[in-house]
Nanobody, 111 residues
Framework: QVQLVESGGGLVQPGGSLRLSCAVSGSIFSIYAVGWYRQAPGKQRELVATITGGYATSYADSVKGRFTISRDNAEKTAYLQMNSLKPEDTAVYYC?????WGQGTQVTVSS
């Protein structure tokens, strides 16, 4: 069974940076796409970024130019580098692979 564990969230000031990690176990990792999603209070979960097994990436318009998704197949880990953070980026961030979800990591952007 696939297990995903997110880490790296926290409290950061506007304009700051965080790097989220998603460690995967229980499955082949290298051939599957990984997605990062987020859910703010009172809002639906939304797709933030994806990376395929072939390293093709895509981003939501709201994060283009600020966030970068990457993966390390040897470590079976996906990353989300978040720069120039804004208060509206505040949410619980989840990673997804093969329809499995992690528990999420809280990101709060506030002064």
């Amino acid at each position: 069974q696939v297990q995903l564990v997110e880490s790296g969230g926290g409290l950061v000031q506007p304009g700051g940076s965080l790097r989220l990690s998603c460690a995967v176990s229980g499955s082949i990792f290298s051939i599957y796409a990984v997605g990062w999603y987020r859910q703010a209070p009172g809002k639906q979960r939304e797709l933030v970024a994806t990376i395929t097994g072939g390293y093709a990436t895509s981003y939501a318009d709201s994060v283009k130019g600020r966030f970068t998704i990457s993966r390390d197949n040897a470590e079976k880990t996906a990353y989300l580098q978040m720069n120039s953070l804004k208060p509206e980026d505040t949410a619980v961030y989840y990673c997804n692979m093969m329809k499995s979800w992690g528990q999420g990591t809280q990101v709060t952007v506030s002064s």
